[in-house]
């Protein structure tokens, strides 16, 4: 595969992350660097892998499932990182009911012995019409 | 200067050209490719510079004013590439009057043979205390 192919995979790896609740395969994903950025969804700027994996841990130990569908998705590698953007489609299922919204995401890859891994993460709500209802979600 | 002090400049550089209206040099610190990506906060995402720089023309054609305070910089250089992190406190002066909200922002940088240019700017409200009146705007 080509690069831009790679990373689509890593990107597309980061999500089913999400929507598994796999913090397994999310601590895979990202670069276990200092300087790694995520900012989830009208939530403050999280820095460092200590501080962005333990907001994984504390996402899946909720009784919340996600499901993302992705669109617009845009890849481009600049030399040994890359940037994904994305807009994400959240449903989200809790015990009180569901609820979709939509996301605007930027994420940059770079490019490791063990392959692209994702360094920053930035959600944000994006206004607009839902056009149907959250899909069911089993677990 | 070392290249955390280049890009810690550049960045500096794409704030003052928002606070001073100043479209030339938002056009100077900007890498002119298709592959760059804008998101004002609560903006739908931008791509390409034709529509990000048509988008900064809108902004600095209207009868406002910025004032633009940041918090908590960070600047990593990785290769060719530099993640800019921070807290972005907007003033915003009108004939309508004054608002000051807080805003996320990541800005990715790229290295060119003209220096430091922003390929990315991802900006997203973020919800705060805002502890002191907008300061006075004079144009």
Redesign the interface.
Known sequence: MNSEALVFEANRRFYDALSHLDLEAMDEIWLHEA?V?C?H??W??L?GWEDVGESWRRIFSGDIGYQIELD?I?V?V????A?V?C?ERIAVVSEEGGDVSLA?S?N?F?DTPSGWKI??H?G?????DIQAPPPPIVH
Do not use: F, I, K, N
């Open positions: 300087w950025v900012v969804p009208g403050q700027m820095r617009q845009s481009h600049h030399g040994e990182t940037v953007t807009v605007t930027t940059l770079v360094a920053l930035h944000s709500p994006l206004p607009g």
